[in-house]
Structure formats: C-alpha cells, structure tokens
C-alpha cells in the first residue's frame, strides 16, 4: 500500500518531510499517524490506511515533496514478525532509527527534541505512563548539556565547536518560518505604516471580571479572560471606521461589511494568525470558547488552512509575555493591526489627584495609504473608551 502526499492546499506548491512517527519494519495499526509534513501554513498528518507493517520508507526527513507524490510503503495485513527481511533493513534515503522512546513522545515534544538536538532516551518522563512532555525536556536541557540528536534532519549541520565550550550549530528555516520571514519583509517593504499609541485604564474590566468570573465560568464553562473584551471593542470600533476594515487590492480599495478578526497565537512552530469570524455576532463566552479552541489547535500543530485564511484585522497581545510596548507589523493584505501589552501600575492623575491605577499602552500599526491620522486615532480612542466603560460593549452602544 502507497504512503502518499496528502492533497496540498491552495496556493501551496510543495511541502517538507517533518517527522517520520515510525521505522521500516515497525508494526502499526489503521488511523496511527505514520508522518508529518509540513507546508508554507499548516502541518498535515498521513495516517495508516490499515494495520500492517511499515515498509520502504522513500523520503527522509527534511526532503521537498509534491502533491499525491509516493514517499512510502506500507505491508498491509502483515505483522512484524513475518514481514521480510528487506522491509526490515536500513534503507539509505530513510532517516535514523528512533529510540525507544520515541513511543511516548509526542509529536510537539519529538520536534522540540530534535530542534534542540538531543537524544530522546536520556530524557526522564514524568508524565502517565513515563510520557515525556515539554517541561521535561525543558527540565533537561536546564540540568545537562545538549546531547547529539538521534534522529537529526540530513539538512542539519552538526554543532561545530569554535573555541574551548564555544560552539555553534547551524539548522535550516521551517517553512513557516521562512513564510513569516517574508510576509513581514512584505508588510514592510510594501506599505506606509505607521504607529499611533494611547493607553487604556483596565481597572473597570478587572473588577467586572473579579465580580462576575465565579457566575460567568459557572454557567458558560470557560473563564472571562480580557481577549473576549477586547475582541468585542475592535469589533465596535471596526463599525465605526471602515476603512481600517478594509484593504487594498491594485488600484481599488476593499470594504469588508462582515467582521473576521485574526487573533495572533504563538506556537512551538511560530507565530500564526488564526481567524475568528463574524465576531460582530458573537457573545463574550462564544468568542473566550473559540480563541482558546484556535489557541490549543495551533498548540498540537491542528490548525487547517480554513482557521487561517481571510481575516480583516489583527490583535496581537505581547503582555501575556510581559511586553510593555511595541510596534507590530502589518498583517498582509491586511490594513492595521492592533498591539495589546502588559497591564501595570502606574500613578495617574484623576480628577486632580493622583491614583495609582492598572494601566496598558496600545499600539495601532496602520497602512497609511488608505487610513488617514484620523480615522486611526478615533479608532484607537474609540478602542480605549469602550475598554474603560466595558458596559457600553454588553449594551452595544
């Protein structure tokens, strides 16, 4: 039975070998995930037709593929023990042999591994049944030295030592990497961007949070978290000034009358944009529910091409990561983007008198070829009202 190449998104050529799960000569059973590969956007998954033993394996790690293209074999019905001799055998394009405890790894974990080059079985697992997880890894690399990979890419340079414990190791660009790469290089090269700021006193959302989040996780089984509020107040402000809804295309410029907000999610493989879509007919729990399903898809590596497609407008939120401020990049063909960061004290005057209160800069990156000074300042201010007054976003005024 032909192991093939799953059929390749749009717009996507070929695609990259990422993990083979399994080795020539391995029994394993229908639906068991056999490879991973990855393209430009999104890591596509081939599973076992049917139970069998793996056969020749025709593309190792690393290597570029096509659609539909064969990259192995599987002896469907056959068992380890009578599978030939052959299909046991190393084969020369196949990659290394795993250790034994590849069986409880992950495929999240098996890359970070490889990425950081070590080897699998002195890695102590703590989680059920001795599988390993990322804080072991983790653990492990803070308590000993990397060692060599036991299943390194052919395309990885081994660590070449410099002077005494100084080395260096050279490994290649992920494709979504190199995608990121130069879509940033695009946003900056191709648009007139500019970053207005302003700040926003968190203080009413948090103490709407501190009252409600018992009754409000109680009923609707997730908690209140702020991006469900700040989701809500783009959206408003979106209605508001269309054209930071908008984009350009050639010589014409695009008004979009429905509301797709991507949300930027970091994972083990970089930082991706996941689309939540009609977000104007959304309620606060529909929206913390879809961000945190969006959030542990890209997590696992589950995100498809449909999370990530379309999308009028960003929110990234670098506070989670204690960022104070910063100026994102546009969102190509996206028009703005919008910079939330770390909540923090700060002594503000009220009235008069000086208050210590929870504060957070924003940051609105714009193309200011179609969004004029302007409509990005009422934008931003009309962000920052509906923040400091979150009854105004439950009353849709």
Known sequence: MEIKVPVLPESVADAT???????????????????????DKVVLEVVAQ????????????GATVLAEQVIGHLNAGATAAAAPAAAAAPVAAAPAAASDADEVLTPSVR?????????????QGSGKNGRVTKEDVEKFLSGAPAAPAAKAAPAVAAPVAVVGDRSQKRVPMTRLRKTIANRLLEAKNSTAMLTTFNEVNMKPIMDLRKQYADVFEKKHG????????????????????????????GDDIVYHNFFDVSIAVS??????????????????????????????????GKLAMDDLMGGNFTITNGGVFGSLMSTPIINPPQSAILG???????????????????????????DHRIIDGKESVGFLVTVKELLE???RILLDI
Not at 232 to 240: G, M, P, W, Y
């Open 111 to 123: 890359r970070m591994i490889a990425e950081k080059g070590l080897d699998a079985s002195k890695i």
């Open 17 to 39: 070998i990422a993990t083979w799960h399994v080795k020539t000569g391995e029994a394993v059973s229908r639906d068991q995930v056999l490879v991973d590969i990855e393209t």
């Open 50 to 61: 049917a139970d069998g033993v793996m056969g020749e394996i025709i593309h190792a790690e």
């Open 340 to 366: 939330m960061h770390k909540i923090q004290d700060r002594v503000m005057v009220v009235d008069g008198k000086m208050e210590i209160l929870p504060m957070m800069y924003l940051a609105l990156s714009y």
């Open 267 to 300: 994972t083990p493989r970089g930082l991706v944009t996941p689309v939540l879509r009609d977000c104007d007919k959304m309620n606060l729990a529909e929206i913390e529910k879809a961000i945190k399903d969006l959030a542990i898809k890209g997590r696992d």
């Open 222 to 249: 997730i908690r209140l978290g702020f991006m469900s509020f700040y989701v809500k107040a783009v959206t408003e402000a979106l209605k508001r000034y269309p054209e930071v809804n908008a984009a350009i295309d």
């Open 389 to 391: 007054d979150p009854t």
